[in-house]
C-alpha cells in the first residue's frame, strides 16, 4: 500500500510494522529519521537483530540478513540506504523481487533512499516494478519537502530544547535563506546554536552573518531586484555571488529558472488560477507550493505576460552566448542583467504588459 507521511508516522508509533518499505522523495531529513523509527522495532542484542547497509552492493548478503531469525526479539530490521531501482541490472531486480514476495514474518526490510524523486507518471518498467512489489507486500511513502513554516517551527523546538531562543519569523528567515530544506535548516540552526551557546539567543544579525544564502533563494532576489529597477540591490547580489566562487553558468541556469517560475506564475494568474490550483501543472510540490503561494504569486502581481516573455528570451540568448562565445562568463551575466533591466523601464515607460 501507498501511506502519506501522516499517516506512516500512526503507524511506526502503534508499532504496526510491515515487512517491507520503500521510502524516498526530496526531503532527506525527514526520510533518514522515518528509517531511524523503524530502526527502533529492533530490540537489544542490536548486532544480531539491526543490520543497516549503507548500499546495495551484495544481494547474497541482503537475502542472508533477511531470512536470519531475531535473537530475543519478535522482530529483526534490515536497512539499505540509497537504492535506486532503475539503476539495478535485470538480475538484481528479480532476485529483489522474489526476496520481498517471501520475506519472513520476523523480519522488517527497509529501502530508504534520500533525494530520489520518482514520477509516477515518467518511471520505466523496473521501477514500476519494484513500487508494485512493495505496495503488495508493504508500504511505500513518498516524503515531499516539507513547507518553511513548518521547518521553522522544528528549528524552534531544536533550539529551544537546548535553552536557545529563536523567534519563528527568525526561523523563517533562516529556514528561506537556505532554500527551505529541513536538512539544511537543521544544519545551520545548529551551527547558530553553537555559536551563541546555551542560554543565548539566535539573532536576525547572527543568522546574516553566519548563514549563506541557498543560491536559488540569492538568485530569486535579484530577479525581484531587477523588477523593482533597484539596480545598485542587483549588481551587489552579482558581487556577493562571484565573490562566494559560484560558477557563472549555475547563476545563469538558477535565474533562468526564477523567471521561469514567475512567467509559469503569470500565465496561471492570467487563467484565474489560484496558487493550489496551479502548483500540480508547474511542477510545484511539498515545500515549493509554500513559495509558490507566499513568493512567486505575490511577485507576479505588477508584471505583464509581455515583459516576461522578453525576459525569458533575454535569458535564453544569453545561455547560448555563454556556451559558445569566448567573452568572460562575468562579463554576459552582467550585460543579461542590464537587458533586463532595459526591457523593465521600457515596460515601464510605455505601460504595456507591465502592470
Same mark, same amino acid.
Given at each position: #500500500? +501507498?501511506?502519506?507521511?501522516?499517516?506512516? %508516522?500512526?503507524?511506526i508509533k502503534a508499532a504496526r510494522y510491515d515487512r517491507v518499505y520503500f521510502i524516498y522523495g526530496k526531503e532527506p531529513f525527514l526520510i533518514s529519521m522515518y528509517a531511524d523509527r523503524l530502526a527502533e522495532a529492533a530490540e537489544e542484542p542490536l548486532d544480531f537483530n539491526l543490520q543497516r547497509l549503507d548500499e546495495l552492493t551484495d544481494p547474497d548478503v541482503l537475502s542472508e540478513y533477511v531470512e536470519a531469525l531475531p535473537v530475543f526479539s519478535p522482530l529483526k530490521v534490515v536497512t539499505v540506504k540509497g537504492f535506486d531501482p532503475e539503476k539495478a541490472d535485470e538480475d538484481l531486480s528479480k532476485r529483489l523481487l522474489d526476496m520481498i514476495a517471501d520475506i519472513p514474518e520476523t523480519t522488517v526490510l527497509v529501502f530508504w533512499s534520500p533525494d530520489l524523486d520518482i514520477d509516477d507518471k515518467k518511471a520505466k518498467a523496473r521501477t514500476k516494478k519494484f513500487l508494485a512489489a512493495v505496495e503488495k507486500y508493504g508500504t511505500v511513502c513518498a516524503i515531499d519537502m516539507m513547507k518553511p513554516p513548518k521547518v521553522a517551527e522544528l528549528c524552534v523546538k531544536k533550539a529551544a530544547k537546548e535553552g536557545i531562543v529563536i523567534s519563528?519569523?527568525?526561523? /523563517?528567515?533562516? %529556514?528561506?535563506?537556505?532554500?527551505?530544506? #529541513?536538512?539544511?535548516a537543521s544544519d545551520e540552526t545548529a551551527k547558530l546554536m553553537t555559536y551563541v551557546g %546555551?542560554?543565548? %539567543? *539566535?539573532?536576525?544579525?547572527? *543568522?546574516?552573518k553566519l548563514v549563506p544564502r541557498q543560491l536559488d533563494a540569492q538568485v530569486f532576489d535579484?530577479?525581484?531586484q531587477i523588477n523593482a529597477g533597484k539596480r545598485a540591490d542587483a549588481f551587489r547580489t552579482i558581487d556577493e555571488l562571484f565573490a562566494q566562487q559560484i560558477q557563472?553558468?549555475? *547563476?545563469m541556469s538558477a535565474l533562468s529558472?526564477?523567471?521561469?517560475?514567475?512567467?509559469?506564475?503569470? /500565465?496561471? +494568474?492570467?487563467?484565474?488560477?489560484?496558487?493550489?490550483?496551479?502548483a500540480p501543472l508547474l511542477g510545484f510540490y511539498g515545500g515549493r507550493v509554500w513559495a509558490l503561494k507566499n513568493k512567486i504569486f505575490p511577485a507576479v502581481t505588477n508584471l505583464g505576460l509581455e515583459y516576461l516573455r522578453e525576459t525569458v528570451q533575454v535569458l535564453f540568448d544569453a545561455d547560448i552566448e555563454m556556451k559558445s562565445s569566448a567573452v568572460d562568463n562575468r562579463t554576459i551575466i552582467e550585460e543579461t542583467v542590464t537587458r533586463l533591466f532595459m526591457g523593465r523601464?521600457?515596460?515601464? +515607460?510605455?505601460?504595456v504588459g507591465y502592470r
Open positions: #500500500m +501507498r501511506l502519506t507521511e501522516a499517516k506512516l %508516522t500512526a503507524e519563528p519569523d527568525d526561523a /523563517l528567515y533562516l %529556514t528561506e535563506r537556505v532554500g527551505g530544506g #529541513m536538512t539544511a %546555551t542560554g543565548g %539567543t *539566535i539573532t536576525r544579525d547572527s *543568522i546574516e535579484l530577479a525581484v557563472a553558468v549555475n *547563476i529558472g526564477a523567471y521561469l517560475d514567475l512567467y509559469g506564475a503569470k /500565465l496561471a +494568474r492570467s487563467a484565474g488560477m489560484s496558487p493550489d490550483e496551479a523601464e521600457k515596460q515601464r +515607460r510605455s505601460n
